[in-house]
């Protein structure tokens, strides 16, 4: 199935199943690549730091990576495979000293930190050199006209809803609105052993605030930003997203612990029956089944306001793919990134990680599939899938944090929304100054 959509990136993907010690060695060491200097068939060693490894099924990185050799006898490439925060952090620790491994895994959050550190290199010129040409790629993002950074697979944010739990507190339907939703929450909470709803809202790992906060309002169509991309989260739509949730997490239907829960916790909880519902990467579809093969589950898109008859969105991340600035063989890497977003190793990419691919091109068959993958690709069709941390905004994962804790004041009672609003915009502003003088 081809993929014609390009997706905005998204956080966090990762279950961490063990503690993964980070590996900070230098790559392709200072003094900046370049492409004229370097031949793509000169030897080279690569480091490719990502978690994807760790999400896929086992093996399949290490296939890919061992035909790519076999294809480029002169070059190696190192798989460097961590948990997605760890990950995140090393990387861009790493890029402040200009040490990141010669290829990265990534995604939109990450995007201006890296920019802003001068980390990684220009693509388009890479791909000039190698005479490739980008229109077959449903997305990258830019700088000044020059990509910087392009999604390999793409994934959506369903909501995943226990059946039995549904059944169970006498709700005979998967919720389409946001009456329905809480009116089944509340009863799963009262009838049940399990609650309604969870949320992960760490101050740690704050990505919870697009994952089970802003969902709620990009899936009636509301937005955060201006029409040329600015921060505007104080205005009517974001603010009946959080009262909404608010009036939830008051009345008893999330799970107890959503103010310090990380998003790893959440695909465990609701493998165990402890959440009706939940908000989660389709790429966790197989960690679940994996984790209850008894379990009697089925995704749907998140509900909306009442009434609302325009587009849902939904919300939306992808693996995505940069390369170092200071890698010494840049030519090199490209031409394993290349090798990546190919038609046919996209396809398995995306197939095998449950999601749908970034060149256009790509033919993914997804008859053998998961039905619920071919019920989450019809979401994606039907939907607009974005993530607006993800845009290419500066300090994205600082701005989430801000959020974050304004979020926590607003649901433990000691601010109201406007006030919520208000002092989030605020920080936004002076963060966003700051990181763009």
């Known amino acids: 199935m081809a993929i014609r959509r390009w997706i905005q990136q998204r956080t966090p993907l990762a279950i961490a199943l063990a503690a993964v010690t980070v590996v900070a060695t230098a790559c392709g060491g200072g003094g900046g690549g370049s492409t004229k200097q370097a031949d793509t068939n000169a ?121 039995d739990v549904l059944h169970k507190a006498g709700i005979t339907a998967i919720p389409k609105t946001q009456t329905e ?43 955060m930003l201006t029409k040329d991309g600015k921060t505007n989260i104080n205005n009517p739509d974001v603010a009946q997203g959080l009262e909404f949730v608010n009036s939830l997490y008051k009345s008893g239907a999330v799970l107890p612990g959503a103010l310090n829960a990380q998003e790893t916790q959440k695909p465990n909880s609701f493998a165990q029956g402890q959440v009706g519902t939940m908000f989660d990467s389709l790429a966790h579809v197989d960690t679940i089944r994996k984790a209850n093969p008894k379990l009697n589950f089925d995704i749907a898109p998140v509900p909306v306001k009442d009434g609302y008859t325009g587009q849902e969105g939904i919300n939306a991340a992808a693996w995505a793919l940069g390369i170092s600035k200071d890698s010494k063989h840049q030519a090199q890497a ?29 033919k993914q068959d997804l008859s053998k599939s998961d039905p619920l993958i071919r019920k989450a690709a019809t979401i994606y069709a039907q939907s607009k899938p974005l993530n607006e941390f993800a845009s290419g905004l500066p300090v994205s994962v600082q701005l989430e944090s801000d959020f974050d804790s304004q979020l926590q004041k607003y649901f433990t009672g000691r601010q109201d929304v406007n006030a ?18």
């Open 181 to 223: 939703f809480k009116t089944a929450a509340e009863a799963i909470s009262k009838k049940t052993s399990a609650k309604g709803f969870t949320l992960a809202l760490s101050p740690q790992t704050p990505n919870g605030v697009a994952n089970d906060v802003m969902a709620w309002v990009w899936a009636s169509g509301g937005t």
């Open 334 to 362: 490209w031409k394993f990134v290349q090798y990546l977003m190919s038609p046919t190793v996209d396809a398995e990419l995306a197939n095998k990680a449950n999601g749908f691919a970034g060149n256009k091109a790509a």
């Open 43 to 163: 030897k080279a060693t690569l480091q490719f730091s990502q978690w994807w490894a760790a999400e896929l099924p086992k093996g399949t990185m290490e296939g890919i990576v061992s035909q790519f050799e076999k294809d480029n006898p002169n070059i190696t490439i190192k798989l460097v495979t961590n948990p997605y925060q760890s990950t995140h952090d090393a990387t861009i620790a790493q890029s402040a000293t200009h040490n990141m491994s010669d290829i990265v895994a990534m995604d939109g959050t990450w995007y201006s930190d890296l920019q802003n550190q001068g980390a990684l290199a220009n693509m388009s010129d890479l791909m000039k050199a190698a005479n490739f040409s980008d229109s077959s790629l449903s997305g990258e993002l830019k700088t000044d006209g020059s990509v910087y950074m392009i999604p390999a697979v793409n994934f959506v944010y369903p909501m995943f809803v226990n059946l």
């Open 420 to 437: 919520t609003l208000k002092n989030t915009q605020s920080t936004w502003d002076q963060h966003i100054k700051a990181a763009t003088k």
